[in-house]
């Protein structure tokens, strides 16, 4: 069965800290891989999108790393901000088209 | 600013009632989609739609409309509302549904059933 799995489920930090969250995928065949953010009230806007033959991708503080071979990513954030408080969801492309959304970390920063 | 609009912001609907969810896009996007989110569920899909004229079911079809008969427009309609459509729901878009553009999210709608 195709899955999408994320962890932790919720996260705080202190702001300035790093974090990394974990993205786990049993999809095939697979297409590509991108990170959402989004914010409370908000719709999901994309981060980064994740193809077979990438590894790491950075976007500002964001980065991005993919291993398709244990199918596995992870969304490092560097010295995390009050504005990087959000929700943050891996969604997997699959057979071109198709797409499978995971349930999403919470990530609060605090003060 | 181009993006998704959707309206309303939030309602509340009394069970047996019918309500129309509006979707508006000014991307010229192909695709079209409705997604609904609950606590603890990642986003399901609803209804899509790849091109004007032509719709599609989804993940979670059952109790829901959708038509597309023009690029823009892409309203969800709920014939009678029962209290497990409680949710927000998510209209969004993307140039074509094979290429690797991202999908474009309006802000949601809250939805209560009661």
């Known amino acids: 069965k195709n899955q999408v799995e994320q962890s932790p489920q919720s996260l705080i930090i202190l702001e300035g800290k790093n974090c990394t969250l974990q993205c786990n995928y049993t999809v095939s065949p697979f297409s590509n891989l991108r990170w959402y953010k989004q914010d409370t009230g908000r719709g999901p806007v994309s981060l980064t999108i994740m193809t077979f033959s990438e590894n790491t991708k950075s976007n500002g503080r964001y980065t991005a790393t993919l291993d398709a071979d244990t199918k596995q990513s992870s969304l490092h954030i560097t010295a995390s901000q009050l504005s990087d408080s959000a929700s943050y969801i891996c969604?997997?492309?699959?057979?071109?088209?198709?797409?499978?959304f995971g349930t999403g970390t919470r990530l609060q920063v605090f003060p | 600013i181009a993006g998704i609009t959707q309206a309303p912001t939030s309602q509340i609907l009394a069970a047996g009632r019918r309500m129309t969810l509006r979707c508006t896009q000014d991307m010229r996007h192909n695709a079209m989609y409705w997604y609904r989110q609950d606590l603890g569920l990642g986003l399901r899909l609803i209804h899509y739609s790849n091109t004007a004229g032509t719709t599609g079911k989804g993940e979670v079809p059952d109790g829901y409309s959708v038509s597309r008969a023009n690029t823009d427009d892409f309203p969800l309609t709920l014939a009678s509302a029962v209290p497990s459509q409680t949710s927000v729901y998510f209209c969004?878009?993307?140039?074509?549904?094979?290429?690797?553009?991202?999908?474009?999210f309006g802000n949601g709608t809250r939805l209560t059933v009661t």
């Open positions: 969604v997997v492309t699959w057979d071109t088209d198709k797409l499978i």
């Open positions: 969004a878009s993307r140039m074509n549904r094979e290429n690797n553009s991202p999908l474009h």
